[in-house]
Nanobody
């Protein structure tokens, strides 16, 4: 069994910042198999940030320069630092990991509004 526990969501004003964290409980093959997705009502869940097989961060175009994905191998944790937030970043954010199937965190709401 592998579980993903997320934290860090909340309400911020445009231009503000939030930091999301996701900890994997149980053994996973590699922290590089973890990543971040987001989803808004009625839309597909989209990939926001992930790692290449060698551990290099990969971002969707809309967040490049504003979001940073990082990892802490000792804590089995990945984080998503979100700066210069925009209203269109509002979504439920999910972390995930490939472990013979897709395992998802519970989701955390990020709302960017004035």
């Amino acid at each position: 069994q592998v579980q993903l526990l997320e934290s860090g969501g909340g309400l911020v004003q445009p231009g503000g910042s939030l930091r999301l964290s996701c900890t994997a409980l149980g053994n996973i093959r590699s922290i590089n198999l973890m990543g971040w997705y987001r989803q808004t009502p009625g839309n597909e869940r989209e990939l926001v940030a992930s790692f290449s097989s060698s551990g290099t961060p990969i971002y969707t175009d809309s967040v490049k320069g504003r979001f940073t994905i990082s990892k802490d191998n000792a804590k089995n944790t990945i984080s998503l630092q979100m700066n210069s937030l925009k209203p269109e970043d509002t979504a439920v954010y999910y972390c995930n990991v490939w472990h013979d199937r897709w395992v998802w965190g519970q989701g955390t709401q990020v709302t960017v509004s004035s």
